[in-house]
């Protein structure tokens, strides 16, 4: 990390090191807030009541947090200070020789109007709201701005008369007074929380409400606050956090505390969602949905968000991280908490199915870049910077592999030890692994590897049959490659399930002259291990790493027939998921290596038409997920050095080789569930996934029939997940321009009003994988409905062209590379922290061809010559920093 530090532009002191943790040196008992909102700024006055932590032996200054505040008052106890009593700097607030206990008085004035960032208070079409995590509320007032600091809010918001319906903070109102001219609402949050957790919104909103009855029978308000025109789209939110609650209560015992549960819906925002205690605030895209103007896949979003900020409530709120390094402990156990409820609410196979595909497609490749870190990193530039796949998703894959190396009962005793005995403290992951420990009497140290490692191990697996002692052995081989920073890695403790498939079925499996159940866990530690199955009397298929036990990356050299075996008869529909993305990646590979590919292609085509045929056999919405060619950035990276256009050009013929060869078959599976049900029930949804499949290989063929059958689908729907997928389809295929441009005309039309609509009709022109799309995004980011500022505007036409469009993004002219590095040094400007989110396809130059890799570190290098945000400057630095790469 020194040579970050040598930037002329970053000041030394600015990488945080896990190494320098030390105990807060005060405390803040109390946290007293005044809001009084202006039209031009707000004045923040503070009342702050600070003791010494006896924890803490060091420093009789109080050093404050605090960033872009104009100071306009400072006083101890009745004691005013004067300049000379304290020093300001642009990231802090000193005070000399404070005593042992006082309280504070601070007023500062602040500018959320001209906030552009989105950090801190700023203002959001006409409201006010904030985003606090991680370091936010420094710049709302001076405060120990570090989750370990635990404090108990109160706030008061001050506004004229008549300026906002509705003024709220974390937990209950006080009162709702009106003097003089003004109006004046007082907040108490009994709980004490750190200061990220802090919200305020003050807005002309409308608000939908509801009630829950916990299990011990108390009554919650809820309330999900929107924009008027809104409000009827709140009601799958609210049934959303209800189920949410329930699930919590039945799957962890954990009830809600306050008296009400707030949601607010924000159109500016830079992420999904924040967890703030009491008072979630909401990315519209998040929370808002309607069957007439949302898709299935949007729904389902939303039921998924709402129930991770719901979780954090305990995992995160009530227990809460030490310092940022901890991050994963509250993401990664809500976010594997979140991706169970959405199992038990919809597919559990296809929910797996998802998440494995971000993990391997995005987490994979940033575990094997420069910017490759630890789920528990070690130091930090911009902790804005590690809201990654690998803190979140990878963190959640941690916990997972946790709950099933304790099995359910002891898993659940072990949370529950966890949230009562760290209940209203700030914690680390060692704390959370302790608790696992301690419950189920296994000793975790070799496991806990997983929290200071990075990079994604590999297993090599070979197998053996031994017919005469009726024996079948696996080796399993680890690696983990080296990552930035750490060249040595050590063994795993991997979890491994496997079953294995005779021509019966799966195999009662005997190890060690002991009988497991037919699928068992190996638990793989050291570099070598082999594992003798007893008593087998034929030559099983191995059916490997079932329900993705691990996030890890498995070789082992499947057979066609072992393959189709499994596709067709493995009992976890993971499985056969996994097993179709093999098949489908040998003969993938096969064409972008330009070898002969029949046998595999045969086999591919014979399976997937026994599938189809048979199609009412299976879940239509595994069957919908089965049919997906793999992804082009997982294909990618899948190699030392990736050819973008080849990858490019074997996929989408492989998509028109399915659909010509299989189009009776594709034909009759949409017409069959052209009357299917409709609604949001799972089955409808499945049913409407499949179709939509199907007819998006049949618009691979050109044929009037098809394209007229998508305009007939995309006229006559009653939901957006049918209209869009039409859309979609129309505008993806290379030969229905003309369909394309008026079905674009027609959508625009429709939808004009609604945001998060014109959101999509964005992003499928910035994701359109044929023509001069690039020339198509400049236009459409002078487009009227497009807004510089907003970040899901951003998201659907740059981030979406970046991530989403592989074949246009990879151009091999390097312009995409150029245009996307000249959008972030124009967005630093205004929100750094969505600056630095767009870097990401960049940073992932190592994984392709020198060509392509130059190009993009072309465009790294020629951001790195300009004046920066810390967020970005620490990516474009580590990321061009070749001796990072593992
Ligand atoms: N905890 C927030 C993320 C905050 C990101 C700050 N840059 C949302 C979530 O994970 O639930
Ligand atoms: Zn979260």
């Known amino acids: 990390m020194s040579d970050l530090s040598a930037s002329p532009v970053i000041p030394v002191n600015t990488v945080t090191r896990l190494a320098d943790y030390r105990v807060p040196e005060f405390l803040i008992e109390k946290t007293h807030l005044t809001f009084e909102l202006y039209e031009e700024y707000t004045d923040v006055s503070s009342r702050l009541t600070i003791t010494r932590n006896p924890k803490s032996t060091k420093a009789d200054d109080l050093v404050l947090h605090g960033e872009q505040l104009e100071l306009r008052s400072l006083a101890i106890g009745e004691r005013t200070l004067h300049p000379g009593d304290y020093q300001i700097t642009p990231h802090s607030l000193t005070v000399r020789n404070v005593p042992e206990q006082f309280v504070l008085h601070c007023t500062v004035r602040i500018y959320p109007e001209k906030n552009t960032a989105l950090e801190g208070l700023y ?36 506004a004229r008369e008549g300026a906002f319906s509705t003024m709220l903070s974390n937990g209950n109102c006080l009162s709702d007074t009106m003097q003089d001219g003004k109006r004046i609402v007082h907040w108490h949050d009994p709980f004490k929380k750190p200061s990220y957790l802090f919200a305020l919104v003050a807005g002309n909103l409308v608000c939908l409400e509801d009630h829950f009855i916990t299990q011990s029978g108390r009554e919650v308000l809820l309330q999900i606050h929107t924009e008027a025109k809104d409000h009827d789209k709140c009601h799958f939110a609210m049934q959303s956090l209800k189920k949410a609650m329930h699930w919590d209560e039945q799957t962890y015992g954990r009830e809600y505390d306050l008296d009400r549960f707030m949601i607010v819906a924000v159109d500016d925002f830079n992420m999904g969602a924040m967890e703030n205690k009491g008072l979630n605030i909401f990315n519209t895209s998040c929370v808002l949905a309607h069957p007439a103007s949302t898709t299935d896949a949007a729904f389902q979003r939303v039921e998924g968000v709402i129930a991770h900020e719901y979780f954090h409530n305990w995992s995160g709120n009530r227990v809460t991280c030490r310092d940022w390094f901890q991050l994963s402990l509250k993401e990664g156990l809500t976010v594997y908490r979140d991706s169970e409820f959405s199992a038990d609410m919809n597919s559990r196979a296809v929910k797996r199915i998802e998440d494995v595909n971000l993990l391997r497609s995005v987490q994979f490749v940033e575990d094997a870049g420069p910017m490759a870190h630890p789920v528990r990193p070690d130091a930090y530039m911009e902790i804005s910077n590690f ?9 959640a894959e941690v916990v997972r592999m946790l709950a099933n190396i304790l099995g359910s009962e002891r898993y659940r005793q072990a949370t529950d030890l966890y949230f009562d005995r760290f209940d209203g403290q700030a914690v680390t992951c060692d704390d959370f692994v302790q608790c696992m420990e301690e419950v189920s009497g296994r000793d975790l140290s070799q496991f806990r590897l997983w929290y200071s490692q990075a990079g994604t191990p590999q297993l090599h697996i070979s197998d053996s049959y031994d017919a005469d002692h009726q024996q079948y052995s696996l080796t399993v081989h680890q690696h983990t490659p080296a990552t930035p920073g750490q060249t040595e890695k050590k063994a795993l403790h991997i979890p491994l399930k496997v079953a294995l498939y005779g021509n019966q079925g799966a195999l009662a499996l005997i190890i060690d002259g002991q009988i497991r159940d037919a699928e068992t866990v190996l638990d793989i530690c050291q570099t070598q291990q082999t594992i003798v199955f007893e008593q087998v009397a034929e030559h099983p298929v191995p059916s490997l790493l079932r329900g993705f036990s691990a996030p890890v990356r498995v070789f082992y050299d499947y057979q066609l027939d072992q393959l189709q075996k499994l596709i067709l008869l493995d009992s976890d529909g993971f499985c056969r998921w996994d097993a179709m993305q093999s098949l489908m990646r040998i003969v993938l590979s096969k064409a972008i290596d330009n070898k002969g590919d029949h046998a595999e292609q045969a086999m591919l085509m014979d399976t997937l038409r026994r599938l189809l045929t048979d199609h009412t056999a299976m879940d239509a919405a595994l069957l919908a997920r089965m049919l997906e060619l793999p992804g082009e950035q997982y294909l990618a990276s899948l190699y030392d050095k990736a050819n973008p256009p080849a990858i490019n050009q074997a996929r989408t013929q492989l998509q028109h ?19 299917s049900a409709s609604g949001l029930s799972a089955q409808a949804m499945a049913a409407r996934n499949l179709r939509n499949q199907a007819l998006m290989y049949l618009l691979q063929i050109d044929d009037t029939h098809y394209r007229d059958l998508a305009q007939q689908q995309f006229s006559q729907a009653d939901n957006m997940t049918d209209q869009f997928a039409a859309l979609r389809g129309l505008v993806h295929a290379e030969h229905a321009r003309i369909e394309a441009q008026a079905a674009l005309q027609v959508f625009y039309q429709q939808w004009q009003h609604e945001a998060l609509v014109v959101n999509m009709w964005f992003q499928v022109q910035a994701t359109r994988p044929w023509g001069n799309v690039l020339q198509e995004i400049q236009q459409l980011l002078q487009h009227a409905a497009f807004d510089a500022r907003n970040p899901n505007k951003l998201r659907a036409v740059i981030a979406a062209f970046a991530n989403q469009n592989f074949a246009r993004f990879h151009d091999s002219s390097g312009n995409a590379y150029q245009f996307l590095a000249e959008q972030i040094a124009d967005i630093d400007q205004r929100n750094p922290q969505m600056a630095s989110r767009l870097l990401t396809p ?9 060509e392509h890799a130059s190009l993009m570190r072309k465009a790294l290098e020629s951001l790195s010559q300009r004046e920066l945000s810390k967020d970005v400057y620490e990516v474009v630095s580590k990321s061009l920093n070749e001796r990072n790469v593992g």
């Open 123 to 158: 203002c959001s079409s006409g409201m006010y709201c904030t985003q606090c995590e991680a370091e936010g509320f420094r710049k709302i007032t001076y405060y120990l701005d570090r989750p370990d600091v635990m404090s108990e809010f109160e706030t008061v918001i001050i």
């Open 842 to 850: 960049l940073t992932h130059w190592h994984q392709f061809i020198d």
């Open 657 to 675: 080789k399915l659909a010509t060869q299989l189009q009776t078959e594709l034909m009759s599976c949409y017409q069959a569930l052209q009357n």
């Open 387 to 395: 809201y990654t796949v690998t803190i979140y998703e990878k963190g």
